[in-house]
C-alpha cells in the first residue's frame, strides 16, 4: 500500500512539474461587446507565445492554427494579418466569415536549441446581427501540437452582443450604435 501512495505522488509531482515546465502564453484580445447592427468592429491583438522554446512542436510541416468564433458573430474575410516569428518557415493566413486558419511549418532544428517563438494575431474585425448573445469565447482549433494550449483549452478572446433597439419611434432613419469593446453601448440618433 504504501508503494502505491509512493508510486501517486511521484506520478502527480510529474504531471505538476511537466504543466509547469510546459507552457506557453495566451493573450487574447480584449472582451468585445458589439452592437446588434451588422457592421464590423476590430477585435484586439491576439498573442500565442512559447514560455520555453519546446512548447511548439519543431519539425511539424503543413499544421494549421483556427480560430473559431462563437455562434452568431461572423469575421470581415480576408481581413487581419499574422506574425509568424522567425523559427517558422512557412505559413498561409485566411479569414473565413466563421473562422481563421493559418497553416505552417515549423523548423526541426527549432525546439530545445531555438529561441522563442510566437504567433501574433491582429486586425481581425467581427460582426453580428443577433442581439442578447451572451459571452463566449473565441476558441482554438486545428492540427497544430501546443504545448498547454490544445484546442478548447484557452480562451483567445471574448465575445457579446447587445440588445436591439426596440421601443424607438422617431422618424430618423439614421440609428446607429457603437460597442467600444469595454460592455458599453453608445447610441447615435441623427436626422
Known amino acids: 500500500m504504501r508503494k502505491i501512495q509512493l508510486l501517486l505522488v511521484a506520478l502527480t509531482l510529474l504531471t505538476l512539474s511537466n504543466s509547469l515546465i510546459f507552457a506557453q502564453t495566451v493573450t487574447p484580445a480584449t472582451a468585445l461587446q458589439l452592437c446588434p447592427d451588422n457592421n464590423y468592429d476590430s477585435l484586439g491583438t491576439i498573442e500565442i507565445i512559447e514560455t520555453l522554446p519546446a512548447d511548439f512542436?519543431?519539425?511539424?510541416?503543413?499544421?494549421?492554427?483556427?480560430?473559431?468564433?462563437?455562434?452568431?458573430f461572423q469575421f470581415e474575410p480576408f481581413t487581419g494579418n499574422v506574425y509568424l516569428s522567425d523559427s517558422f518557415t512557412s505559413g498561409t493566413f485566411t479569414v473565413f466569415p466563421d473562422s481563421v486558419f493559418i497553416t505552417y511549418s515549423l523548423n526541426l532544428g527549432s525546439g530545445n536549441a531555438g529561441g522563442i517563438d510566437?504567433?501574433?494575431?491582429?486586425?481581425?474585425?467581427?460582426?453580428?446581427s443577433t442581439a442578447g448573445l451572451p459571452s463566449a469565447d473565441i476558441d482554438r482549433g486545428g492540427t497544430a501540437t501546443h504545448a498547454s494550449n490544445?484546442?478548447?483549452?484557452?480562451?483567445?478572446?471574448?465575445?457579446?452582443?447587445?440588445?436591439?433597439?426596440?421601443?424607438?419611434?422617431?422618424?430618423?432613419?439614421?440609428i446607429t450604435c457603437n460597442g467600444d469593446g469595454d460592455g458599453t453601448i453608445t447610441v447615435n440618433i441623427t436626422s
Do not use: M
Request: glycine share 16%.
Open 57 to 72: 512542436l519543431a519539425g511539424e510541416s503543413g499544421v494549421t492554427y483556427s480560430l473559431i468564433l462563437p455562434a452568431g
Open 118 to 128: 510566437s504567433i501574433i494575431i491582429s486586425g481581425l474585425k467581427v460582426r453580428t
Open 150 to 174: 490544445a484546442p478548447g483549452l484557452n480562451s483567445h478572446g471574448s465575445l457579446s452582443s447587445g440588445q436591439a433597439l426596440t421601443g424607438i419611434s422617431l422618424t430618423s432613419t439614421n
